[in-house]
């Protein structure tokens, strides 16, 4: 399993972790893979189920060394996923198209991350607060702005959390690498990058005139790892 | 297996894809799975190797049921992908954090597909065009733009194919939805709207001064389903 460092520089690679293809654009240590998943907020969590792999995209949130995603009770899958069986926990941040002179070297710019391991659910009080960890992680501050949760929406919710003890990260960035032969060639080459783009927001019909807009939604920003 | 109607109408609805929780969010027609895939352009492949599930992100091309995508030859992954074991194809478009009076209420807004199927590995001709369908889809109209593959380049390419045949849609849009007795709060609710923006192209170092700028690096946009 993973080698550990220090708690600060801890390294997750494993023989399952390591990238086997383009290995000089894979990262292991804590700090990158925090970065990333700091700035993200969708995953994708691929478990397996009577054989069938499934995908579940989901927002989550990060504490520390812990991921945290949640879904309704009556998502059959969650308490699938949180039952202890291995899952595959991706998240992937796009960059850019990246357009080359030729075909065969036309790829993308992005920052992914992947965490495997056993998950377990979450009861109790740490269910609230990582609930709270998954709300500010997408909107900071917004937890301490709304009304929590009552024990009874509480029970409807299953929490699951993920060590990050087995991971990697993988990052390409910059220009398209053309054959030499090819440099020649008159076609345009270069990166078109992409963002997210978060808009001015809409009230919902119920707000109310008197509620102020708060900052994340006047100008909503991510912190960026770039 | 899927309960097929006539060809521009099919429907993917199986019990294994059909939604649980939410079952008003669910589509499971061609066009409505159709637009959100060329919207689209991103996935995320569930497989399991050695009894581990894993996740693989990837970019895609769509053309009519099958969905295309490609790796080099020595990412492992794909060829064990296209040996014809069960996986999960999942694609998602965000569109929306969704603010609510109450911390259980938030969620988001966003289009997504699921596809259940068994790939398989593209050979010969098919090959090529696949690979003209996933770069178009990307960035429609480039593959006439560039050098198209050799044949050397093409023997370093796994491309695989999946069929469209068991298969749904979710979809969630609108405001939140808060409680009644939460109606009165003097907390501010909406939707903060999110998409993808496309910046303006950086030409690459070996671009050259006199390939023109395309129409696609200029202004790039994607089609829209909503």
Redesign the interface.
């Known amino acids: 399993m993973s080698e550990k460092q220090n708690d600060k520089n801890q390294v997750f690679q494993t023989g ?1 972790t390591t990238l ?2 383009r290995p000089e654009r894979g990262r292991y240590d804590f700090p990158a893979i925090a970065a990333i998943l700091d700035e993200a907020y ?1 995953c ?5 189920l009577e ?7 989901t ?1 989550f949130g990060r504490d520390g060394h812990i991921i945290y995603f949640h ?2 009770l ?3 899958m969650l308490n699938v996923i949180g039952s202890g069986i ?5 998240s ?1 941040i ?1 960059d850019g ?1 990246v ?6 070297r ?1 790829s ?1 710019n ?1 920052r ?1 991350v ?1 965490v ?1 391991g056993r998950p377990k659910l979450v009861h109790d009080a740490e269910k609230q607060h990582a ?2 960890v998954i ?1 500010n992680h ?2 900071p501050g ?2 301490e ?6 024990q009874e ?1 509480l029970d ?2 299953v929490v699951v959390k993920l060590a990050i003890e087995e991971a990697s990260a993988k990052v390409r960035t910059g ?2 690498v ?1 054959l030499d032969e ?27 005139a ?5 900052k ?2 006047v100008n ?1 920003t991510r912190p960026t790892g770039r």
């Open positions: 399952r086997v293809r969708i994708n969590i691929g478990f397996v054989g069938q792999p499934y995908v579940l995209p927002a879904g309704h009556e998502n059959h291995p899952i595959c926990f991706t992937m796009l198209f357009l080359a002179k030729s075909a065969f036309h993308m992005y992914s992947v495997l609930l709270r709300t997408v909107i917004r937890w702005d709304v009304r929590t949760p009552t929406e409807k919710v220009p398209p053309d090819d440099h020649g060639r008159d076609v345009w080459s270069g990166v078109i990058p992409v963002s997210q783009n978060y808009h001015a927001a809409h009230p919902a019909p119920d707000c109310g008197t509620a102020p807009l708060p994340y939604a909503y």
